[in-house]
């Protein structure tokens, strides 16, 4: 099995920053994308950021050019660093782990970070 443990979530104010990590263990295969997404009550989970095993990136236009997502394939962790973040930027923050071996697809989630821009 796999398990996401993600940290860093926090209060900051608006223009401030923050560093999300998720790390993932157990049966990790070389062929993977790992991302982040983000849910509002008021607003459907999006994709904020994933990054592939190549190195492939994809982001949510709202945050480009203010998070950068980065992972150590060695440690099997994901990192998102947040810039400049905003009010609107508030959300739980979800760890995603897709992984593609033999022709299958496998997703996982972690439990969740809550990460809240506020003055």
């Known amino acids: 099995q796999v398990q996401l443990v993600e940290s860093g979530g926090g209060l900051v104010q608006p223009g401030g920053s923050l560093r999300l990590s998720c790390a993932a263990s157990?049966?990790?295969?070389?062929?993977?994308?790992m991302g982040w997404y983000r849910r509002t009550p008021w607003k459907q989970r999006e994709l904020v950021a994933a990054?592939?095993?190549?190195?492939?990136?994809n982001y949510l236009d709202a945050v480009k050019g203010r998070f950068t997502i980065a992972r150590d394939n060695a440690k099997n962790t994901v990192y998102l660093q947040m810039n400049s973040l905003k009010p609107d930027d508030t959300a739980v923050y979800y760890c995603?782990?897709?992984?593609?071996?033999?022709?299958?697809?496998?997703?996982?989630w972690g439990q969740g970070t809550q990460v809240t821009v506020s003055s």
């Open positions: 995603n782990l897709v992984q593609r071996r033999w022709g299958l697809q496998n997703e996982y």
């Open positions: 157990g049966s990790i295969f070389s062929d993977n994308t």
């Open positions: 990054i592939t095993s190549g190195g492939t990136l």
